[in-house]
């Protein structure tokens, strides 16, 4: 990438539980139409009180599957490292 690119970024939910997400992050550099980075992701979801893991709230859930949902019809999987992911995931 050089400065004056024009890049997009581009999320994928993986996988969630109800208090763990697995996403990935695509850096494409739209002006040489190339991939240029990828992150991969965990996040918890913690109460600051307690200090405890807890289950994501409702809305925030539901925002996760939605674009879950969304980007799952890209037609090809994401392409994780294998050493990240969800143990146990949320009934729904």
């Known amino acids: 990438m050089h400065v004056g690119d024009q890049v997009s970024v581009y999320v994928r939910i993986v996988e969630r539980s109800d208090k763990v997400v697995h996403a ?41 599957d939605r674009e879950r949902s969304r980007t799952e019809s890209a037609g090809w999987p994401a392409p994780v490292c294998g050493a990240m992911g969800i143990r146990a995931r949320a009934t729904r």
């Open 24 to 64: 990935m992050a695509f850096l494409v550099d739209d002006t040489t139409r190339r991939l240029s980075s990828t992150l991969e992701v965990t996040a918890t979801h913690v109460d600051l009180v307690t200090r405890r893991v807890v289950p994501f709230a409702a809305d925030v859930a539901d925002a996760f």
